[in-house]
């Protein structure tokens, strides 16, 4: 029987892949280990060594041979959450594998986007388009060497750090506030030394934070009178610096000179521009800049209403008729660019007279202002009421052409003395008075007001001189010289007053007082009653016996010549060329003239003794 062969009638058993598989192994390890957490090497050795030597092996306990304390059911759980954490955390790398897979895919979209198009998830097609995310390769930056201090050292470090930085803020800050009070030190002391000096010091009206100091004048027009406050700011040093605003065009002084044929003759000097380290004269410098400005623009308009007296702009000037065919330019020049003076004569303090002349009467029209605010307003109109204009050039034009007529009357009335005293005629040439002379201690002085005020006066009223003349038949004249711009007169008028205490002379017969407008008619009466006069002297001197007047009017004398019965005729005319004296004597004719010249001549016959030489 034992011999016999067994022969299976069931089928060869297949082989289970499953039993073979990690889950399965895993699975009966931890059905009959419990876990993985005991198995050692060490373990597993003795197991085999028990199992060779036959040894009973109880699985149920550990190899320290304790037994487990889990039971079944403990142990079914802790599998359950063990395998939600592991399915959770496979789930948590594989969505960020895809997600990586996707990234890399949409990278290499750009350059090979058939190949990259199979590995792009179907959400990522829908959603995002191919190319649009690209990638450049950047140099590895280097890994940083490993702190060999502590993180306490590292605090430290910070914490000393930041104490050094705000020990050096509070020492920056120190400094600064030292700095600071420095700078403000100085600015208010130049400001309290403004203050000392008698400039008004405010608050600017816009920017009450900010101080002002007011250098114009409170009576000048409104656009000047706003431009004399500056703005006193501080600069990097604590220096008061002037903020004279946008309306500043730097400092300019009023330019005259005297010129004649486009040649200047001689100029005003115009004072350098000064480097000057105190405030206060920087204030007087912009005060006298802003006055000069005005005055320029005071006189650009009063010289549109003086076209009649040939004053007139051009250029940026204000041209002013003067003497000898001369002009007066005015202009506003800019300090420092003025040229220096070419050519000077007697002249040169003209233009610096002028310039201080219409300085004066700018300050006195702001005086006018002043007094006019404290009289009582007019009536309120609808009409506005237009600025007048004020009288600057009209008192210099007056003493022009007052100074040029009695030059003129002076010039001709000497040419004749001269001219009658080489003919030996009595004639006599003295200036009484003059409006034009003006010194302290004179009968015209005023005691009660200043120097300035009083000479201010004295040009705005109209000037007048007197001249007298002396003729040699008691006959004595009194030129009155009136000069004004203002109406009736509009220029210069004589007045002739004629005193003859001989009632005979025809100079009896004519006005007392006569009126000239012009030094042509002037001269032509004066030469007329010269004429009359020295034919009436000659007659009551008797140096001509035997000789009549054929008429008082005609400066003629005749005699009946009984060899010839014809009249001896002997003619005085006075005139441009001298005196001249003509004759017809015994069928004989002559002249002889005496100018101004025949002083100097040797052997000079007077009128009495030409008629003695040649009419006997």
């Known amino acids: 029987m034992a011999d016999q062969l067994a022969i299976s009638l069931r089928a060869w058993p297949s082989d289970d892949k499953t039993t073979e598989s990690l889950p399965y192994l895993i699975a009966r390890i931890n059905d009959q280990r419990g876990s993985f957490r005991n198995i050692t090497e060490a373990s597993l050795e003795e197991e085999i060594r028990r199992a060779e030597r036959g040894e009973q092996i109880d699985l149920s306990a550990d190899e320290d041979g304790v037994p487990d304390s889990q039971d079944n059911e403990a142990k079914g759980e802790e599998l359950a959450v063990a395998r939600e954490d592991m399915i ?211 006189l650009n308009r009063e010289a549109r209403n003086l076209v009649s007296q040939e004053v007139y702009c051009m250029g940026g000037h204000v041209n002013v008729p003067y003497h000898d065919d001369c002009q007066l330019e005015i202009s506003l020049v800019d300090v420092g660019m003025e040229e220096p003076t070419i050519s000077s004569n007697d002249d040169s303090t003209i233009p610096a007279a002028i310039a201080t002349t219409l300085r004066l009467l700018l300050a006195h029209a702001h005086r006018q202002n002043l007094q006019r605010r404290y009289q009582p307003p007019a009536p309120i109109t609808d009409t506005p009421t237009a600025r007048p204009l004020y009288s600057l050039l009209r008192p210099i034009l007056e003493i022009i052409q007052h100074q040029s007529a009695r030059n003129k009357v002076q010039s001709e009335f000497e040419s004749l003395h001269i001219t009658l005293l080489s003919a030996d005629q009595a004639f006599a040439v003295a200036e009484t008075s003059s409006s034009l002379g003006f010194h302290r201690g004179s009968d015209n002085f005023p005691t009660a007001t200043s120097t300035a005020e009083a000479l201010v006066k ?134 002889r003239v005496w100018t101004s010249a025949s002083m100097t001549e040797d052997g000079a016959l007077s009128l009495t003794d030409l008629i003695k030489e040649q009419l006997g």
Request: glycine fraction near 6%; proline fraction near 5%; hydrophobic fraction near 35%.
């Open 458 to 591: 004295r040009l705005i009223r109209p000037h007048h001189s007197q001249i007298a003349l002396t003729l040699s038949n008691k006959t004595a004249f009194l030129l009155d010289i009136h000069t004004s711009v203002f109406p009736p007169t509009y220029g210069t008028s004589f007045q002739l007053t004629t005193t003859s205490l001989t009632p005979e002379s025809a100079v009896a017969d004519m006005p007392q007082i006569m009126h000239f407008r012009t030094m042509e008619k002037l001269r032509k009466h004066v030469w007329n009653v010269t004429s009359l006069d020295i034919v009436a002297a000659l007659l009551q001197s008797g140096s001509v016996p035997g000789w009549t007047q054929p008429s008082r009017y005609q400066a003629e004398l005749r005699r009946k010549n009984v060899a010839s019965r014809t009249k001896d005729r002997l003619s005085i005319i006075v005139d441009a060329g001298g005196l001249k004296a003509t004759w017809a004597c015994n069928d004989k004719t002559g002249s």
């Open 88 to 298: 959770k955390r496979i789930g948590e790398a594989y969505n960020t594998s895809s997600q990586a897979l996707d990234l890399v895919s949409l990278l290499l979209t750009s350059h090979t986007p058939k190949v990259a198009e199979t590995t792009v998830s179907p959400y990522v097609k829908q959603t995002i388009p191919f190319g649009s995310l690209g990638a450049e390769i950047m140099q590895a930056t280097k890994e940083a060497e490993p702190e060999e201090t502590s993180h306490d050292l590292v605090g430290l470090g910070w914490r000393l750090r930041s104490l050094t930085r705000s020990a050096d803020s509070l020492l920056n800050s120190a400094t600064r506030l030292e700095k600071e009070m420095e700078r403000e030190s100085t600015y208010w002391q130049q400001v309290l030394q403004v203050k000392e000096a008698g400039w008004p010091v405010s608050r600017l009206p816009g920017d009450r934070q900010t101080l002002g100091v007011r250098f114009g004048f409170a009576e000048a027009h409104a656009d000047f009178r706003d431009r004399g406050l500056a703005a006193l700011r501080r600069d990097a040093d604590g220096n008061v610096d002037l903020d004279h605003g946008r309306r500043w065009q730097g400092e300019k002084r009023l330019g005259v000179r005297l010129v004649k044929d486009k040649r200047v003759l001689a100029k005003q000097p115009v004072e350098p521009p000064g480097d000057d380290k105190t405030l206060s004269e920087r204030l007087l410098r912009a005060r006298n800049s802003l006055f000069d400005e005005e005055l320029f623009h005071e």
